[in-house]
């Protein structure tokens, strides 16, 4: 089936430091891409839609100057946390929609534990 | 309220009992998705449903449009089946919009 994957798995960085996370759809193209953050205890919340060849969507709240999106291309989105800060720690997931408008299935990636120190 | 509203929050069962999560939405949706995740972080796609009923092994997973209702059901549950399981709804294009999600413990 198809697969997502995101690296790295782990990264601890300092504050003020910047943080590159990629998502990479690996048997199938995705033009859209999804970001998403998860706090201990929380539900996953949608932070971004990344476009290939477009500006990302951000969500209400999230700031586009902190966390840059580029989808370079059909298999690849990166998610940089700009000048991290302690408060960014989070689990960071894409996804990726088979085809998009509803008609197929969504693919996740294992996921990306920040922690800022 | 939220959009998307599951129960129970936690549950906990002895291995071999028949488990039942819910999950009730009040938006307009294109599909729901029941996922898992284990306590990795790491997420799975159970299912994508959009009418009907749907089995896959031991999980059983059914909507209702006209109620905005859903129902996860995992039969002769297991120890492995412990995780957090996540509703999550499908609303414009293929963005979701999730539930808290259940934790689940089975004992053996």
């Known amino acids: 089936g198809a697969v997502v994957s995101q690296h790295p798995s782990r990264v601890i960085c300092k504050s003020g430091t910047s943080v590159k996370i990629e998502c990479r759809s690996l048997d199938f193209q995705a033009t859209t891409m999804f970001w998403y953050r998860q706090f201990p205890k929380q539900s996953l919340m949608l932070m971004a839609t990344s476009n290939e060849g477009s500006k990302a969507t951000y969500e209400q709240g999230v700031e586009k100057d902190k966390f840059l999106i580029n989808h370079a291309s059909l298999t690849l989105s990166t998610l940089t946390v700009t000048s991290a800060h302690p408060e960014d720690s989070s689990f960071y997931i894409c996804s990726a929609p088979l085809r998009l408008g509803g008609r197929g299935e969504q693919y996740f990636g294992p996921g990306t534990r920040l922690t800022v120190t | 309220k939220n959009e998307v509203e599951q129960s129970p929050q936690n549950l906990t069962a002895q291995e071999g009992e028949f488990i039942t999560i819910n999950c009730s939405y009040s938006?307009?949706?294109?599909?729901l998705h029941w996922l898992q995740q284990h306590p990795g972080g790491g997420i799975v796609s159970l299912f994508m449903?959009?009418?009907g009923k749907k089995k896959h092994g031991r999980l059983i997973a059914t909507i209702n449009i006209q109620e905005k209702h859903s129902s996860l059901h995992i039969t002769a549950s297991h120890p492995r089946d412990s995780a957090v399981y996540i509703c999550?709804?499908?609303?414009?294009?293929?963005?979701?919009?999730f539930g808290e999600g259940t934790q689940l413990t089975v004992n053996p």
């Open positions: 938006v307009g949706i294109s599909a």
């Open positions: 999550a709804v499908q609303t414009s294009g293929s963005r979701l919009t």
């Open positions: 449903l959009s009418s």
